[in-house]
């Protein structure tokens, strides 16, 4: 496929459990986002991993959030001990690097924590 | 602190009139803007972007305009059809490639 995909598209969680999320950036791209969006909001940027750079974390709200690229593709979003607050859509991106502002999006992945 | 703020949660135009959506921002190292639609249960799709060395940005119906000195910028659409009826984010970074901060968006509804 030419786009960025997500999947699952849609989870359900109780609260306490763990969930990962997956992102298959748009071939040749270099650089993956992470983006959330709750209800009524806008995004909000979680992390960003740039090649073979040390990945920006700053926007993950707690350590119970963590990311992981391997190969310089695929990425996985893990929540450990998920709380009602982490229901929220979340997004990811790619952009073909460094020097390129234009993000790619995902459709998401629409996190409900009961 | 809200960084990037769009102030009109929602607005509603007529079909083939013109559209204005407003994004104000209080980070003067924000040096490159950009517009996405949404729809929904869809990504957020790039619609134009603009650097801060320019004022005014067209690309067919949409045309994006920034003022500096208020820290303000505004898309406009012209003329508005419903099929542009979607939210509308604004986005802010600085430098290349690193995160956007998104505005909340404004929701436009286009009549017939």
């Known amino acids: 496929g030419a786009g960025v995909s997500q999947s699952p598209s849609n989870k359900v969680t109780e609260k306490g459990k763990d969930v990962e999320l997956r992102c298959d950036p748009i071939?040749?791209?270099?650089?993956l986002y992470w983006y959330r969006q709750s209800l009524g909001q806008g995004l909000e940027f979680l992390i960003y991993f740039q090649g073979n750079s040390a990945p920006d974390k700053s926007g993950l709200p707690s350590d119970r959030f963590s990311a992981e690229r391997t190969g310089g593709s695929v990425s996985t979003l893990t929540i450990q001990r998920t709380q009602q607050e982490d229901s929220a859509v979340y997004l990811c991106a790619s952009s073909l690097g460094w020097a390129f502002n234009e993000q790619f999006f995902g459709p998401g992945t629409r996190l409900t924590v009961l | 602190d809200q960084q990037v703020k769009q102030n009109s949660p929602s607005l509603s135009v007529q079909e083939g009139r013109i559209s204005i959506l407003n994004c104000d921002y209080t980070?003067?190292?924000?040096?490159?803007f950009l517009w996405y639609k949404k729809y929904p249960a869809e990504g957020p799709t790039f619609l134009i972007s603009i650097s801060s060395i320019k004022d005014k940005n067209e690309d067919g119906r949409f045309t994006v305009f920034l003022n500096k000195s208020a820290k303000h910028l505004s898309l406009h659409i012209v003329p508005s059809q419903p099929g542009d009826s979607a939210v509308y984010f604004c986005a802010a970074t600085v430098g290349q490639g690193g995160k956007l901060i998104f505005g909340q968006g404004t929701e436009l509804s286009v009549k017939p």
């Open positions: 071939s040749g791209h270099t650089a």
């Open positions: 980070n003067s190292m924000f040096d490159y």
